[in-house]
Every structure is written in C-alpha cells, then in structure tokens.
C-alpha cells in the first residue's frame, strides 16, 4: 500500500484494545419522518456485531431477523450508534430497552417510525473517535500535531480509497477463493459466493488504484479516466485532464476505478486510463467474461479512487492519542490509520476468535437505487 502522506513523518501508535477505544457514530442519510409501518431504532452497542444485534432484537420482538433492516455493518469490538429498521413495532415498546447477548449488550436510544425498511447505503457515512497507545517515552504533545499534520494533508490531497484488510478475510484469502468461484467452484452459498467474487475484485480495484499512486496523488485524472461527484453514481470520461484537473483537486470530483464485472462502464477505449485497467486485468489471468459467468454476483461498478477526511482533530490526554474525524460510506478507518502511522500492518491485534479490525465502515458498492432516501 502506497501512502498519499509519504513524505510527513508517522507516528508509531497502535489503536487501544477497549472498545471504548473505537467509538462509531452512524450518520443517517435521512431522519425518520415519525409516521410509517417501520420503526427506526436508534441503536447504541458495546461489543456487539450489527449481525448479532439485529439477531438479538428479532428474538425479543419475537420477528424474523431477516425482516430487520441495517444501512450498514458496524465492527463488534467498538461502541457504535447505528439505525436499525424494525417492521410493526410500536417504538413505545423498545424506548429506552437494554439487551445482553453473544458477550456483549445495546441499549435503545430513540424509536421512531418511518415509511420504509432501512437499506443497504442509507448512510452518508461514520464519525470516528479512537484513542491510540503510544509506546513508552513517545512525547503525546508530538504524536498530536504529527497527526493533525497528516489529517490536515489528507483533507487536501484526499486519502486513498483502498479496501482494507477486512475485505479479505481473517486468512487473507478470499480472493483466492473468488477466483475458484469464477470457475463454478468454491462455496456454493450465494451469500459466501457474493462475498469471494468481491473480494476479488476489491483486490484488482486496490492494484489499480497503487499503479496510479506511483505517479502521483490519489485525485490525479487520467485521460479517459470516468470521474464524477465524490460518493456519486453518474460518471464522465475525461477528455481535456488541464481542464478538469482543478475541479479534482478541489475535491468536486473524483476519478474511478473498476470493480470488474460486465455491466461496469469502462474508459475511453485506448486511453492511458484504459489501458491501465485492462493491463491489471490481464496480468490477473481474468477477463470480463469471467465475471460475466457469475452472473448477478459480480456485474461491476466503479468506485471513488478517493475519499476526503472532515472535521479531523489530534490531541493527547493522559499519554493516549485522541484522533476524530468523519468518512463517507464505504471508507475504510483503518486506511486513515495507514497514513497516520506509515505502517501497513494491523492497528489492532485481534480478539482470539475474531475475523478482521474493528476499523471498517459499511461497504457501498449496493445497487445505485438502494442508496437514494426514499
């Protein structure tokens, strides 16, 4: 992984292991409007996937976990906010409820009807705030400004869009295992096959996007290159890059990259953006064709070769760093993290027996449809 703050010094910190280290606050696309078949609960969980509290708020209202809706998934070892949709609730019957399961608890903030299940994308995104160890005899005042310093960069250059580690599995190979999808093999759940495919592609898109960091920022356009709105799903190919460079590096928009699949839009054929994505698909031994076979489970998008970093703060108290900031959806913290400590390993030690870093926010790559506010 290449960093967009190379040149600034990072800071040797590791994320605390408390999951009042990793706090999370979803921020809704949209409020509930107080009427409707749905309520929305505003749900606050310590140690506790968003699959476990959806299956534990089923049990109590004794309904289908299935018939619950999320607008994205929220790491276990954390306290995180997040909305979840319940159908036919009265929000009398949840306000103010607390629940324990699976080692860890949530607690209702507020209930509130709304017109419809919550989808996959209604969000715009996580505020985070985490407290990082410093190691012994690191001044907390330097740590801090360090920080900031790389925050404040990231607000200008952008950071870059890679998938973490999440994406690929506790074992770090679920691309391998898309690739044996593809081929009709692997796991025939739809779920675990959906899951592989993308983790396959993820890795692509994070080969394309550390090409082009090679030679320079993360908002850098290319001829051809298919760039729109930051979290958009309408893109144009760029054909005059001195032109449109300025409205990139102010953050107005942002060039993409592929998701492989048959449905994806693609540069202009023969431009160096062009080539560039086919070259990485042809080292990869695959083609469209391939994904093509998978039908629904890998039709291929694009996705922000960027994102910007809002309201960033650094400071220190009691030996600890203190670091917020807000991401849209579908970026990474542990990304930001990255560029923080210049390290490429986990920022986390896992839990005995549990997958990936508790610093990954939801993934956006849901149909363009399931993410407008109804």
Known sequence: MRFATADLPGVPATLGSAPEDFVVEELPLYEPSGEGPHTYLTVEKRN?????????????????????????????????????????????????????AAGGSLRVLAARRHGNK???????????????????????????ARAQA????????????YYGEQRFGAAGD???????ALAGRGPRDPRERRLVISALQSTLFNQVLEVRLADGPPRRLLLGDLAGRPGGHRQFRVEDVAREQPRADAGEIVPTGPMFGP???????????ANLEESILTDAHLSLQDFARAGRLAEGTRRDLAFTVTTPTASHAAGRLHLGFSLPRGAYATIVLGELTKSQAPVRAPVRGEAGSPAQTPDPDSDPEEVEAP
Do not use: C, W, Y
């Open 48 to 100: 506790l996937s968003t699959l476990d509290a959806v299956r534990t708020l089923a049990r109590h209202f004794q309904l289908d976990a299935r018939d619950l809706g999320t607008a994205g998934m929220k790491d276990r070892r954390a306290v995180t906010s997040q909305h979840i949709s319940v159908p036919g609730l009265d929000p009398a019957r949840a306000e103010g409820l607390t629940l324990e």
């Open 150 to 161: 790389t925050l404040d960069r990231l607000t200008i250059t952008g950071v870059p869009n």
């Open 174 to 180: 679920n691309a391998a295992k898309g690739r044996e």
């Open 263 to 273: 449905k994806m839009s693609v540069p202009t054929p023969g431009s160096p953006a």
């Open 118 to 144: 919550l989808k996959t994308g209604h969000l715009t995104g996580n505020r985070f705030a985490l407290v990082l160890d410093l190691p012994a005899g690191a001044d907390p005042a330097e740590a801090a």
